[in-house]
């Protein structure tokens, strides 16, 4: 079955940097498009970054556009994602799962990791 297991997060002051980790198992990861999503306290999830099934394209969202960087390793069926620049906003429970590109994804979720920016 499909297991995602997220790890990275942490406590971090305005300004600082995090990488955080997913690796994937029980699906063809490297013929999978993955995407990271966050969820803030009383807010919906929402689709931070994404990448290609191979790695040549990546797409973000505006707010995070020049500060996280999206990358894979397929041998390793691991995505990442660098954060830099953080602020209080990016302050959410974030988790790893298939998406961009129209894909859906599945219905089975880690238990994502903590990324509190605070001072």
């Known amino acids: 079955q499909v297991q995602l297991v997220e790890s990275g997060g942490g406590l971090v002051q305005p300004g600082g940097s995090l990488k955080l980790s997913c690796v994937a198992s029980?699906?063809?990861?490297?013929?999978?498009?993955m995407s990271w999503y966050r969820q803030a306290p009383g807010k919906e999830r929402e689709l931070v970054a994404s990448?290609?099934?191979?790695?040549?394209?990546?797409r973000y969202i505006d707010s995070v556009k020049g500060r996280f960087t999206i990358s894979r390793d397929n041998a390793k069926n691991t995505v990442y994602l660098q954060m830099n620049s953080l602020e209080s906003e990016d302050t959410a429970v974030y988790y790893c799962?298939?998406?961009?590109?129209?894909?859906?994804?599945?219905?089975?979720w880690g238990q994502g990791t903590q990324v509190t920016v605070s001072s």
């Open positions: 029980g699906f063809p990861f490297s013929a999978r498009h």
């Open positions: 799962n298939r998406g961009g590109w129209g894909g859906a994804p599945y219905d089975a």
């Open positions: 990448i290609l099934y191979d790695g040549t394209s990546t």
